[in-house]
């Protein structure tokens, strides 16, 4: 891995080409053919959907690369310049496919005005969009505004320090505590909609920000990195294909269509205290009947 960000890595640009093929052929097989893939094709198809989570690291590293370069060359990041930039790379062609993609919404007579303002404003993965796979631009926006607004808050906290970003990694493993349990808490308490809110930012900004920490690491710890990564580049690799594999399990194309497993329901059981609350209110009756009662007698 390279050291600065900033530089031409070929190696990089072929992770993010294997990334878009993964997902590219992801998407183009349906429930039949992943059934009947086995092997590396079953990881491709049911487990393709590592490759947006490989593409979220890679755009955090080299993302927050360009933010912590700049900070050391000249002392502080332009964020106006930068956030600019990033919307040169984007909007252009981004609004050139939706130009495209509006004229037949527009001749169908009922538009979808919620999605066309979704696209319109990277609100695709709370909104929905046009398309459903523009949901991972929305989640690099957000991050692009929030990653800015961090790096200039940290070093305006610590002016003329050479390394103002000391608590990135704490920061990181705070956002991905918090993604995990919201995405279990999502699971536990919205089973039905799993494959739905799992765009959310909130649910996805943990990839892109192990990213922001490779950055880290590779600009002001680039010594420590390179010995830990030379001495434990096995390790990394057998865990990393370990970490790997429960994807090629996933029965949904998008990985995250999971079924909870369901209470049997055992009649010879005796019924529980919240059962028996509920039969006493039943036999009961509501307030006002109750009241009439007590008034007759």
Not at 65 to 90: H, N, P, T, Y
Not at 220 to 226: L, P, T
């Amino acid at each position: 891995m390279a050291t600065n960000p900033m530089s031409r890595n070929w190696a990089l640009d072929l992770l993010r080409l294997v990334a878009v093929l993964v997902v590219i052929w992801h998407h183009q097989l349906g429930e039949e053919a992943v059934k009947s893939c086995l092997g590396l094709w079953q990881f491709t198809t049911r487990g393709g959907w590592v490759g947006v989570d490989l593409f979220f690291v890679l755009s955090g590293y080299l993302v927050g690369g360009l933010l912590f370069q700049e900070q050391v060359r000249f002392g502080s990041v332009d964020w106006r310049r930068f956030l600019i930039r990033r919307g040169l790379k984007i909007y252009p062609a981004f609004y050139v496919l939706l130009a495209v993609l509006l004229v037949p919404e527009l001749q169908s007579g009922a538009p979808r005005i919620r999605k066309i303002l979704g696209e319109l404003f990277f609100l695709q993965n709370y909104l929905g969009g046009l398309r459903d796979h523009t949901w991972s631009l929305a989640v690099e926006e957000h991050f692009y505004l929030l990653l800015t607004a961090l790096v200039v808050w940290l070093a305006w906290r610590k002016p003329g320090q050479p390394d103002p970003f000391t608590a990135i990694p704490r920061i990181v493993v705070g956002v991905a505590v918090a993604c995990l349990g919201l995405r279990v808490l999502t699971a536990l308490y919205s089973p039905d909609l799993l494959s739905g809110p799992f765009v959310w930012t909130h649910l996805r900004m943990d990839a892109l920000a192990f990213g922001v920490l490779l950055a880290y690491g590779a600009q002001f710890h680039g010594a420590v990195m390179r010995r830990y990564l030379e001495r434990g580049r096995f390790g990394l690799v057998t865990v990393g294909v370990l970490l790997l594999l429960p994807a090629s399990r996933s029965k949904s194309l998008h990985g995250f269509s999971v079924r909870l497993p369901r209470r049997r329901k055992c009649s010879n059981s005796p019924p529980t205290t919240v059962a028996k609350l509920r039969r006493l209110c039943a036999d009961a009756g509501p307030p006002s009947s109750r009241f009439k009662r007590s008034s007759q007698r």
